[in-house]
């Protein structure tokens, strides 16, 4: 199946998943990309401490604004890409049509990736070289 949309999913959609949504749009611009939270912190901007580290790569965040995931959201995605296994079976008991198209980002590698919010400037840079690792484990199936 050609991917051409692809949805990024997280808790409040400040921290991981725009900062994987916007490592995403850059590595492929002619997709579409989009984040979304599962307690979506709507109309929030990316987090301070993340926009940092993508600011430190040359990613300019500041257009980021928050939202609330919902069924609609999924429904348009050809992958659905959330941080950990809590987060598929939420996703995939919540939205049954999820099922076969939701995946950890960090899938091959059989990791969680871990919320950064609240942490210090340190855990972000890890989480940021986390997600870009298991972006990069992506290439060969978007």
Known sequence: MQ?????VVCIGNICRSPMAEYFLKQQYPHLQIESAGIAGMVGHAADEKASLCM??????????????????????????LVMSQNQQKHLEQTWPF????TFRLGHWQARNIADP????????????QLIQSCIADWKKYI
């Not at 300019?60 to 609609?72: G, I, P, Q, T, Y």
């Not at 919010?117 to 989480?127: E, I, L, N, R, S």
């Open 55 to 80: 600011q430190s790569l040359g990613i300019d965040m500041s257009a980021h604004v928050a939202r609330k995931l919902n069924a609609e959201m999924i429904k348009q995605a050809d992958l659905v």
């Open 117 to 128: 919010y609240q942490h210090d400037q340190a855990v972000f840079d890890d989480t940021c």
């Open 98 to 101: 999820a099922k076969g198209k």
């Open 3 to 7: 991917i051409k949309h692809i949805l």
